[in-house]
């Protein structure tokens, strides 16, 4: 089994709306049982669809979950390349990305789980996980070494070591919140870690302006 899908694009309409109704239903059912405790019987069930026309699609269980987190990869991929409008200053930047991250792993927390379980054992799976993780951090560097150039970051850092933690510390924010329910206000949340990624990088920040009420409850009044 080479955890690759069998044929390319099904030539056929139908052949389409089934191999999607295959993968949509494999989605489900791995993050509702893990990848080891999925079986085929599980997906073809869940998608309506005859046990042996799996295999006009897929050569393996591998092979849809590949198609699953390719699909995965996309959205994330999707999510930090999206830049900020043109004109906007680096904290709102920093701000636009990390909300952009975290809606996106929020939205793909269960399957995102799933691919990190078995990454260790699947090299095909670990390198798919580490793209999704790579092209986040990638978009840190990027943008540190533009404000390093614009004399706005510090210059005495290391960039990519910097980028590195300053993802993991979103990325794993993001486990906590949406895998294992840790409770947070989200704009608290994306405040904080753009206040940490900002003075991480030698960016001045200033506290946004509270509101009244804001300010009542925080001083007790």
């Not at 309409?13 to 999925?38: H, I, M, P, S």
């Not at 390719?70 to 409008?85: I, L, T």
């Not at 927390?109 to 095909?124: D, F, K, T, Y």
């Amino acid at each position: 089994m080479n955890g690759r899908a069998t044929t390319g694009r099904p030539p056929t309409e139908r052949g389409r709306r089934k191999r999607g109704a295959l993968v949509q239903a494999a989605r489900e059912v791995f993050e509702e049982r893990g990848f080891e405790d999925t079986r085929i019987a599980g997906i073809t069930g869940r998608a309506g669809v005859a046990y042996g026309s799996f295999y006009t699609y897929f050569d393996s269980k591998e092979a849809i979950f590949h198609e699953v987190a390719k699909g995965v990869a996309g959205e994330m991929f999707d999510a930090a390349r999206s830049a900020a409008p043109p004109g906007t200053e680096p904290i709102d930047r920093i701000r636009h990305a990390t909300g952009r991250f975290l809606d996106a792993y929020r939205d793909n927390a269960r399957i995102m789980q799933v691919i990190e379980q078995i990454s260790p054992r699947h090299p095909l799976f670990r390198s798919l996980f580490l793209e999704i993780r790579g092209l986040f951090v990638e978009r840190i560097v990027a943008g540190t070494r533009r404000l390093q150039e614009e004399g706005v970051a510090s210059s005495d850092i290391d960039v990519a070591a910097t980028a590195s933690m300053l993802g993991g510390m979103v990325e794993h924010t993001a486990r906590m919140l949406y895998l294992y329910g840790e409770e947070h206000d989200p704009e608290v949340v994306v405040e904080t870690a753009t206040r940490l990624w900002a003075r991480g990088i030698g960016l001045a920040y200033e506290d946004p302006p509270r509101s009244p009420e804001e300010v009542g409850v925080r001083d007790g009044k």
